[in-house]
């Protein structure tokens, strides 16, 4: 059972528009929420992470927005270039626990 | 980027061998993790490690055995594979529990 589900699958922007990238968990003792962006060949690279006590954060053109009531937290990247085309992945845990639950990813592709 | 170096980066074997892969860092991190990646189902931890020979099963463990036996390295061993086992395998580190975990670059192993 995925315990935090991520969609779309693959996502298509132009440069200079906004990605968005959703995500929805069941666990309410989850406390953190990280993102990560890979690179092919790579290994997925922290992005930037919230944790249930702010409703956004900001990190230069990335941006994730927290839900708590509705269980969800999404990513925006703002003014999208080609350089972020990548596969994206949320993921949350809670305190005390060691396991990370990832979703299943985003493929972006930004177009030039 | 984080000091992890996994290795090797590429194997193939054949079912029924054993196969071990090993996980290098040099940031003396507390915690160590072992995660398989697989398409649909993102990345999910087999086995972490909280210290020297202190290890703990994770979310897909069957199959597999690790050992710690110094603060910088931790080995992920399939005493038999199987076709199932061909993933792609991700070392990650972090200081403490709940903590950003940072990855390598991964194993690609096919199992024929």
């Known amino acids: 059972q995925q315990q935090v589900k991520q969609s779309p699958q693959s996502l298509i922007v132009q440069k200079g528009g906004i990605s968005i990238i959703n995500c929805a968990y069941e666990?309410?003792?989850?406390?953190?929420f990280p993102w990560y962006q890979q690179f092919p060949g790579k290994g997925p690279a922290l992005l930037i992470a919230?944790?249930?006590?702010?409703s956004e954060k900001k990190e230069g053109r990335f941006t994730i927005s927290f839900n708590k009531s509705a269980k969800q937290f999404s990513l925006h990247i703002m003014d999208s270039q080609p350089g972020d085309s990548a596969t994206y992945f949320c993921?949350?845990?809670?305190?005390?626990?060691?396991?990370?639950?990832f979703g299943t990813g985003t493929r972006l592709t930004v177009i030039p | 980027d984080a000091g992890i170096t996994q290795s090797p980066r590429h194997k193939v074997t054949e079912t029924g061998t054993p196969v071990t892969l090993r996980c290098h860092q040099t940031e003396n991190h507390r915690y160590m993790y072992w995660y398989r990646q697989d398409p649909g189902h993102g990345l999910r931890l087999i086995h972490y490690s909280y210290g020297v020979k202190d290890t703990d099963k994770g979310e897909v463990s069957d199959g597999y055995s690790v050992s710690r036996s110094k603060t910088e390295d931790f080995l992920l061993t399939l005493e038999s594979a199987t076709s199932s086992q061909t993933s792609v395998y991700f070392c990650a580190i972090s200081r403490g529990s709940n903590q950003p975990q940072h990855f390598g670059d991964g194993t690609r192993l096919s199992i024929l």
């Open positions: 993921a949350a845990s809670e305190t005390g626990a060691n396991n990370l639950f």
């Open positions: 666990n309410t003792a989850f406390d953190y």
């Open positions: 919230i944790r249930p006590d702010v």
